[in-house]
């Protein structure tokens, strides 16, 4: 995650934080605009930007005018600022990495990148989380404070406990933008996503938003995530689920498939990996007590996994080859190391040594010798041969 700084045009400077996936190589480019009164720092966007960059997305999410680390005055900002700031922050993509593909909006945010996307056309895709289906939806927050921007030109009002100061230019701005007219000229891939319980926009807003929307456009429920999606698992899941969505519209560099097994991480990543095996991809990492964020399995977890997969490809095989009984083969394997003096088949004593630790189930209509043949079988697997063999390491530079 890399913080970094652009200009709006008023001269502002704002901040937002560049996400990357493991490794620093990214499939496609994903701005992302954040809700009303909230920072780029609120956790569902962290969690969303997260989930995305785990799925190779390059993920800029950043702080509006006057708001976080971002330069200004919020009291000067309204909706059409907002959008400015969201066009200055896609043309510090297109110089700096390259022009954003995918468009990601969370409550007035969803609005901001509806009314925003006819400007841009980097974009294919457009994904909105909680959005309202007009502009001045947020009014309705003012409460009685309403009254008294209009008669007074501005009024300082409470939201998520914090002042801020509205003025009336905010407001009428506010309503003078159509979502649904712009919906119409929208030309983009649309995802909605929304929580039919959510209690500050209602799901009505989702229904209208979908109803304007031209194909093709989905719409996907959260279920019972609130509005702010506070729950960790509602918004990674959110994030899970328009990177799978959005790889179907955008034109996404696959990366060609490499021989044996490739992994990428970046030093500030700090053990997050993103390992290339063939032309599949997953994540290593450490968990959260070893200084890592638990984000995929540990080395050894890999190497366990490698054992296990072989024995159950194996016995599976051999259960074909024999027409055995056999429905299913379940391989837990852990990895710990004990002394080699408490080892009764061990040569070197008096050191630790690595052990796996393999416990097979077989589910099926099988006698207690077919059992014994199928345990003796796991012991022939490839992996299981390639571990107990003397094992060469070679390794040199990639010049």
Not at 272 to 277: D, N, P, Y
Not at 291 to 318: H, I, K, Q, S
Request: include cysteine; charged fraction near 30%; hydrophobic fraction near 40%.
């Amino acid at each position: 995650m890399n913080k970094i700084r652009f200009a709006n045009r008023q001269g502002h400077t704002l901040t937002g934080n560049l996400d990357l996936p493991p490794g620093g190589a990214w499939r496609a480019t994903v701005l992302f605009a954040h809700c009303f009164t909230c920072t780029r720092n609120i956790k569902a966007a962290r969690n969303i930007t997260r989930a995305l960059a785990d799925a190779g997305f390059a993920v800029l999410r950043f702080d509006f005018t006057g708001l976080g680390e971002s330069e200004g005055d919020f009291s000067d900002t309204d909706f059409s600022s907002n959008l400015d700031d969201l066009e200055a922050a896609a043309d510090w993509m297109a110089g700096e990495l390259d022009a954003p593909q995918l468009l990601v909006g969370h409550s007035l945010g969803g609005a901001a990148v509806l009314a925003v996307a006819e400007r841009l056309a980097s974009v294919r895709a457009v994904a909105t989380l909680a959005a309202p289906s007009s502009a001045d939806h947020v009014l309705n927050q003012f409460g009685e404070d309403l009254g008294t921007i209009e008669r007074e030109g501005s009024a300082e009002v409470q939201l998520a406990g914090r002042p801020f100061r509205i003025r009336k230019d905010f407001v009428d701005d506010a309503r003078s933008h159509s979502i649904e007219e712009r919906l119409t000229k929208l030309r983009r891939a649309l995802l909605v996503l929304h929580s039919p319980v959510d209690k500050i926009v209602g799901i009505e807003n989702a229904q209208q938003i979908f109803a304007a929307a031209l194909h093709p456009k989905s719409f996907v429920s959260l279920d019972n995530a609130d509005h702010l999606l506070s729950d960790e698992a509602d918004s990674r899941y959110a994030g899970q689920v328009i990177s799978a969505w959005a790889g179907r519209f955008l034109e996404i560099d696959r990366t060609e498939p490499v021989e044996g097994v490739k992994v990428f991480g970046r030093t500030a990543d700090k053990f997050l990996c993103r390992v290339q095996a063939g032309r599949h991809e997953l994540l290593a990492d450490e968990p959260e007590q070893h200084g890592g964020e638990d984000e995929g399995p540990d080395p050894y977890r890999f190497l366990a996994a490698a054992l296990g997969t072989c024995t159950v490809m194996t016995l599976n095989m051999y259960a074909r080859h024999k027409k055995l009984d056999v429905d299913r083969v379940i391989c837990q394997v852990t990895h710990d190391r004990v002394h080699a003096d408490d080892c009764t088949d061990c040569d070197d004593a008096g050191h630790k040594i690595d052990r796996l630790i393999r416990v097979i189930g077989i589910e099926g209509d099988l006698d207690e010798d077919q059992r014994a043949r199928m345990l003796e079988i796991a012991d022939r697997c490839p992996v299981h041969r390639t571990l107990e063999n003397e094992i060469r390491v070679e390794s040199r530079l990639d010049r």
